[in-house]
């Protein structure tokens, strides 16, 4: 069970990374970002949004080993508490923000029951 856990949670990241990395103009319509002038929003998109999560998903399968597992789960445990600093803060989309930050804090859940310590 704790290996399939694994595995999907790293085959999630890694998909939700791909849309990062191969469709950032895809990904950023989606969450709400817009390009200006310079592409450099692309980039950041392909790196942080999309090659971060690509590459610490594969990194963790190859690992196999519960601390690379652990890590992404902090990794969705950052990001689902920044979706909620933005619910204080921001006063964004409450609908979206609650699926993204669902979504990352069922993984972030997931891979902390199944590696603990």
């Known amino acids: 069970m704790t290996d399939t856990l694994n595995t999907l949670a790293c085959l999630?990241?890694?998909?939700?990374?791909?849309?990062?990395?191969?469709?950032?103009?895809?990904?950023?319509?989606?969450?709400d970002l817009e390009t200006t002038t310079?592409?450099?929003?692309?980039?950041?998109m392909r790196a942080s949004v999309g090659g971060l999560f690509v590459i610490s998903g594969f990194a963790a399968l190859w690992l196999d080993n519960p601390v690379?597992?652990?890590m992404i789960g902090f990794a969705f445990t950052g990001a689902a508490l920044?979706?909620?600093?933005?619910?204080i803060f921001d006063k964004p989309p409450v609908v979206?923000?609650?699926?993204?930050?669902?979504?990352?804090?069922?993984?972030?859940?997931?891979?902390?029951?199944?590696?603990?310590?």
Not at 38 to 44: C, F, N, P, V
Not at 82 to 87: A, H, M, P, Q
């Open 96 to 117: 979206k923000v609650l699926i993204f930050g669902g979504i990352e804090a069922a993984l972030a859940t997931a891979l902390f029951i199944a590696n603990p310590l």
């Open 12 to 31: 999630l990241t890694i998909a939700f990374g791909l849309f990062g990395f191969l469709a950032p103009r895809y990904t950023a319509a989606t969450l």
């Open 68 to 70: 690379a597992y652990l």
């Open 38 to 44: 310079s592409t450099m929003g692309l980039s950041e």
């Open 82 to 87: 920044g979706r909620v600093l933005s619910l």
